[in-house]
């Protein structure tokens, strides 16, 4: 369902700040949509060096960049909330200032979407929809 990608620039992140950043960013998507945790995907991503540029010159500052792909259909009020505890948590564990993290969220209509298979589910109808997958994928599936 919501796939966001983190990309670092100047920045190195330790495989344990990975997790703790997919974790706070799958509980503040869980805590402020109400959408399962399993249906959040994050991945990560690198610059390298000389490939990052903010004006039109290449950027020496440490920076978060977070671009969240999410169902259409919540409101201003939950995306802002859901922004802003994942930039909280972000600032935390990287050990960077707010103003090193950017995030963009974008809405795509839950028909324009398949995972595991198939359409997605308008937000608030997941519980059904989860109940059509067959019980082995069911319970392959994060708590």
């Known amino acids: 369902m919501p796939t966001y990608t983190v990309t ?79 930039l909280d948590e972000i600032v935390r564990i990287a050990k960077i200032t707010a103003e090193d993290v950017w995030i963009y969220l974008q809405d795509i209509p839950a028909t324009q979407m398949i995972e595991f298979g198939r359409f997605l589910p308008a937000p608030g109808d997941e519980a059904e929809w989860e109940q059509e997958m067959t019980s082995e994928k069911r319970a392959r599936l994060p708590k």
């Open 8 to 86: 670092v620039a100047n920045l190195s992140l330790s495989q344990q700040q990975k997790s703790e950043i997919a974790e706070a960013i799958t509980t503040a998507h869980n805590t402020q949509t109400g959408a399962p945790r399993f249906f959040a995907q994050v991945l990560f991503l690198a610059a390298n060096e000389g490939e990052h540029f903010v004006g039109g010159t290449v950027n020496q500052e440490p920076q978060v960049y977070v671009h969240g792909l999410l169902r259409q259909g919540r409101s201003t009020e939950v995306k802002q909330a859901l922004m802003s505890q994942m």
